[in-house]
């Protein structure tokens, strides 16, 4: 392969994804984004510079080596590639596919200042695919038993990650998770539409596979407590246990049938399988010819919304109380929406939920807001605008302001640390909760986050743990 | 994958299973329960842990065939297997000497009542339990009750068996005939609760009921299963199922309870005739 000039590597485009047809994929739950073939990989590889000091990485919160892994992919050695990524993302197909890339690692990317940044996420996405459609997922290196045993308490991206490396360093890992499910959000919240189940499993079979044993139904907590697993069997505790408790606005009507919190929604739908009932004996109320509101700005708003347009809204509607500039929500996933057909009505909060004499939703009263002051946030804080009300038909509606922390831990592991929000305190270069023997990260410890952020508090939790379990039992 | 160690009807509908659990037998309290899901694909259903052998690692649960799921379930004979059990979840029920206590269990709620009453006995109460039923076949546990508590009242609502009438009027009965009654507890369909709770309220007597609502994960993460509790919304999963039952706010419940009628008639309809689905 001939050497680029860089200035020929800026004149190449930034590389589009194939997708599905927006009309068409409105109607199914088939994944949105197709991803890269060989070609168009390689060609948008050959856009990155290799730049001697690649800033890119300071923007990945797992500081994936990521100038070398697209080199690879330039070179064409995909598997290279997936190997390169592995040694800092247990999970790369799945950060490929959700991280708000536009945020963290593009956005650093030099070519970002002039031209589109290289589509990192999508070249990540890419190797990991090819290696796990060519080669299957391939075994890493397992150091010699310790003997030592750790217990993880969640199968979310924050237990999985710490689950893997510490079952790569000899330890024997269990995780425990509550839902019958692996997976945490990945199966329960985000929609197979865009990520698919089938990857998710294929990577926790993985972990299986280097001898990683999984309790499904084990809610701990109730069937044991913290305590209980550090004094019967296991020489340290990672919680990873998200945030599992849905926010609701605490307005008249909202416990109307037609108002789901996101995560019922999502529960149903997701990891219920709702979208196929009856072939699925759990049902997700008719969304067909409704009309469908969702509260919030996030990505689980989005998530909420799509679907209900797959389920068959005559009209979806994403309510928001500051602007679309202010939307959380990631910016593909709000581009996606509008392209199948979402509405977005900005500067807008309901105030109460109106419905008949036997509960069910018919109708929401909405005020306008304006934008004032920037708040604790940064962003402009939004205000009432008195008289603006008005009432909208409404069949169904979708709560997706946010997520607390669940107190289950916090009720059954009361020597503990929390903050006043139930969040768990834990030393940020080790990952130490002030309990001995127990380390937390992920959602947990930092309320409603990303992804990667989650896998990179295990892997952080990883080194202290090996530590404390191996050379001392100081805390 | 869970055992089913023994399975057997008790009554029409209403079949009794000890299925293997371990974890769960050593662990549960009076008023907890377990979420169960039978088969790849089925629904998660929420049942009282009747009875427990943490010896041999079993607990029992009374299952009232009312849809799909629990039909379906009740389908299931001894050596077939149960998919997921988890629990215990919930709050166990609150246990004092009160004095004198009253269970009373309308239909399946009667399994729903029964540990609790159980442990209302070992905790020093004179225990009274009022059990009914529409008629003589879905009175059920009569004999366990018996066994436990120190006064056992029938009722059927059509006078096939013990005393004519609902359990409210053996319950308003008992007032009237100048019981001093401290603590009632009563698990059953929600018109029953409710009634309960009309009949004890002017008399200020602490009631507790047991709520029923569709759940999902069973673990506060939903929200799915809320209630309304005095002026509070609670998770009944989790802060509950046992609440104060002059404050619940049971129209709400059973109209929230109303939300799937739809697709449950579909469901139990495509699971007793098949045929009906192949051929359209
Ligand atoms: C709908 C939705 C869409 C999202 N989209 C994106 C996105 O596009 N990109 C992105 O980066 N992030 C996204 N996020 C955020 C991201 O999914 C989370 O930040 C991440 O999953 C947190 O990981 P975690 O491991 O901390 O917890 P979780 O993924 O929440 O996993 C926790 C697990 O612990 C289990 N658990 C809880 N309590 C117990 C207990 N007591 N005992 C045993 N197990 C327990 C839970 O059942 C769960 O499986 C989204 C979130 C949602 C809800
Ligand atoms: C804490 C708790 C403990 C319970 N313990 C017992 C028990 O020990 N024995 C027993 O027979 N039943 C018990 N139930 C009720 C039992 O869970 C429901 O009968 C069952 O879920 C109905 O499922 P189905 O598919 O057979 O019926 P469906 O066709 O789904 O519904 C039939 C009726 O049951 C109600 N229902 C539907 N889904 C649920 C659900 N997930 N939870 C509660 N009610 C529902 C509906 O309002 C409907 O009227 C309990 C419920 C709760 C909440
Ligand atoms: S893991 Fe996420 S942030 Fe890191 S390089 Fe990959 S896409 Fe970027
Ligand atoms: S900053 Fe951009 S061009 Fe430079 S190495 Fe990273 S991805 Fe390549
Ligand atoms: S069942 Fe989901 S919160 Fe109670």
Redesign the interface.
């Known amino acids: 392969m001939e050497e680029l000039t860089n200035k020929e590597r800026m004149q190449i485009p930034r590389q589009k994804m194939p997708e599905q047809d927006p009309e068409k994929r409105k109607k199914n739950f088939k994944e949105v984004n197709l991803g890269f073939t060989e070609e168009l990989a390689i060609k948008e590889a050959m856009r990155c510079l290799q730049c001697p000091k690649p800033v890119c990485i300071s923007g990945c919160p797992v500081d994936i080596k990521i100038d070398e892994f697209i080199g690879l992919i330039a070179q064409g050695d995909f598997l290279g590639a997936a190997a390169k990524l592995k040694e800092d993302n247990a999970l790369p197909a799945i950060c490929g596919r959700v991280c708000p890339q536009e945020e963290q690692c593009e956005i650093k990317c030099v070519i970002g200042k002039k031209n589109d940044p290289v589509a990192i996420g999508r070249l990540e996405r890419f190797a990991a695919d090819y290696e796990r459609e060519h080669t299957g997922i391939r075994k890493p290196e397992i150091k010699a038993k310790t003997g030592k045993k750790v217990a993880i308490v969640g199968s979310g991206p924050a237990g999985l990650s710490c689950a893997g490396d510490l079952a790569k360093m000899g330890h024997d890992v269990t995780v425990f998770e ?3 499910e692996l997976g945490g959000v990945l199966v329960y919240g985000i929609p197979e539409f865009r990520l698919p189940k089938e990857i998710v499993r294929i990577e926790i079979e993985s972990l299986k596979d280097i001898g990683v044993e999984f309790k ?4 701990i907590g ?3 407590t913290i305590d209980e697993l550090l004094e019967n069997e296991y020489d340290a505790a990672f919680i990873g246990v998200g945030a ?3 926010n ?1 606005m605490r307005i008249p009507g ?2 109307m ?1 037609g108002v ?2 996101a ?2 929604f999502l ?2 739908v997701n990891l ?2 709702a979208y196929k ?7 997700v ?2 969304c067909k010819d409704k009309n469908v509101a969702v509260f919030g700005g996030g990505n689980t708003a989005m998530d909420a919304v799509r679907i209900s347009k797959r389920l068959g809204a005559k009209n979806s509607y994403i309510i928001y109380r500051r602007s679309e500039v202010e939307m959380p929500a990631r910016i593909e996933e709000v581009h996606h929406a509008k392209e199948e057909g979402i509405e977005f009505i900005m500067l807008t909060n309901p105030l109460e939920f109106i419905g008949d004499e ?2 069910w939703l018919k109708a929401v009263k909405l005020q306008k807001m304006e934008l004032g002051e920037p708040d604790d946030s940064g962003r402009r804080r939004p205000i009432p605008i008195e008289g603006s009300e008005y009432v909208m038909d409404l069949d169904m509606t979708v709560i997706a302001i946010g997520n607390g922390s ?3 831990i916090q009720k059954t592991t009361p020597d503990m640390e929390y903050n006043k929000w139930g969040n768990i305190v834990v030393d940020e270069e080790t990952m130490k909760t002030s309990k001995k023997g127990v380390f937390a990260g992920g959602d947990i410890v930092t309320g409603g986050a990303t992804v990667i952020l989650a896998m990179g508090a295990g892997r952080v939790a990883t080194k202290a743990i090996d530590e404390y379990i191996m050379n001392s039992s100081e805390w | 994958m869970q055992k089913i160690i023994f399975a057997e009807f008790i009554a029409t509908d209403i079949k009794k299973f000890v299925i293997e659990a371990p974890k769960i037998a050593g662990k549960r309290k009076a008023g907890q329960f377990v979420i169960i899901r039978i088969k790849e694909g089925g629904e998660r259903i929420p049942l009282t842990i009747a009875d427990s052998d943490s010896d041999k690692g079993t607990i029992t649960i009374i299952v009232q065939g009312i849809g799909k799921t629990t039909k379906e379930l009740n389908s299931l004979k001894t050596g077939d297997t149960i998919m997921d059990v988890v629990g215990p979840l919930g709050k166990p029920s609150h246990i004092e000497n009160f004095g004198t206590a009253v269970s009373i269990g309308g239909g399946v709620g009667t399994a729903i009542a029964f540990p609790t009453a159980v442990a209302l006995k070992e905790a020093g109460n004179y225990t009274i339990s009022i059990i009914g039923g529409r008629t003589k076949e879905l009175v059920i546990l009569e004999d366990e009750m018996r066994e436990i508590c120190d006064e056992v009242h029938v009722t059927t609502d059509d006078g096939s068996y013990g005393e004519k009438g609902f359990v409210t009027k053996k319950l308003q009965d008992l007032i009237d005939s100048g019981k001093k009654i401290d603590f009632v507890l009563a698990i059953g369909p929600i018109p029953m609760m409710k009634a309960v709770a009309d009949v004890t309220r002017p008399h200020g007597i602490q009631t507790v009921v047991s709520l029923n609502p569709i759940m999902v994960d069973g673990t506060g993460m939903c929200g799915g299963c809320r209630a309304t509790v005095g002026d509070k919304t609670v998770f009944v999963c989790v802060d509950g199922p046992e609440f104060d039952a002059h404050k619940v706010d049971f129209n709400e419940l059973v109209n929230r309870n109303k939300s799937y009628e739809f697709f449950e008639k579909e469901s139990l309809e495509e699971f007793e005739c098949p045929s009906k689905k192949a051929s359209n």
């Open positions: 509550a839902l019958h499904t139904n084990s809610v109730f069937s044991d599992g408790l849905p609701f909202e416990n049938i789901y919190s995560n019922e529960t149903r219920m399988k009932f009856p072939e699925y004996d759990t049902p109320l008719n036997e509960d669940n107190p289950i």
